[in-house]
């Protein structure tokens, strides 16, 4: 019997917002205009609908997990050490934290990590769209210099927007990450008894660095 809630299950939840999603706003403007200008005709997809259709969800897939990957860069390189920054916290000792936090095992962590899953789509979410939505701005504006795109005025508007979209979403990625890192830092406060503070008191994990570049 087939499961109806599996749509609905966290992975496929993830998968179309942090993959999907993001990849379709970065791929479909270049794909649109400059590589298959067919796929804005309506007959198109009228002919050949579930092989236009597939190719689209295949190429949204792949451009997703690059501009993923481009998220993750952002939030390693910028977003996490604006935490550090904020906390004056060394970023090794942060790194430290977060390795602490993924070795707890108690009880309460597995009741938090549902709320902290939940925080983690939503910020990669955040990070995936700050990419997508660059990209999908020059091509936008490239569009309308090569004539082939929407009056200046629509794409004046339309550049404005997505860059508007990119400055909230860096914002909302910056306040997420250091709320994570607060809910981490409690969760290793109780699991641990490590002496932690928003000052940024060193840890006494012996676990070693890792790339967090994937999150949770």
Do not use: N
């Amino acid at each position: 019997m087939m499961d109806i809630s599996s749509p609905l299950k966290p992975d496929v939840f993830r998968v179309v917002v942090v993959i999907l999603l993001p990849g379709m706003l970065a791929a479909f403007p270049w794909a649109a205009w400059f590589i298959w200008p067919a796929l804005l005709q309506v007959t198109t997809w009228q002919d050949a609908g579930v092989i236009v259709g597939a190719s689209v969800l295949a190429l949204s897939l792949v451009v997703g997990m690059i501009i993923e990957d481009v998220g993750s860069e952002i939030e390693v390189k910028y977003v996490d050490r604006y935490v550090c920054r904020t906390k004056s916290l060394a970023y090794s000792d942060f790194d430290q934290q977060w390795m602490s936090y993924l070795f707890t095992t108690s009880a309460e962590r597995f009741v938090a990590q549902r709320y902290v899953r939940a925080m983690v789509t939503r910020l990669k979410f955040e990070l995936s769209m700050i990419p997508a939505c660059t990209s999908a701005a020059f091509a936008i504006a490239l569009a309308w210099v090569k004539d082939v795109g929407f009056d200046w005025q629509t794409t004046l508007g339309l550049v404005i927007a997505t860059a508007a979209i990119a400055i909230y979403m860096l914002d909302q990625a910056r306040k997420g990450a250091w709320q994570l890192h607060e809910i981490r830092m409690e969760i290793c406060r109780r699991e641990l008894g490590i002496p932690l503070s928003s000052g940024g008191e060193k840890l006494t994990s012996t676990l070693p660095l890792t790339d967090r570049a994937h999150g949770d």
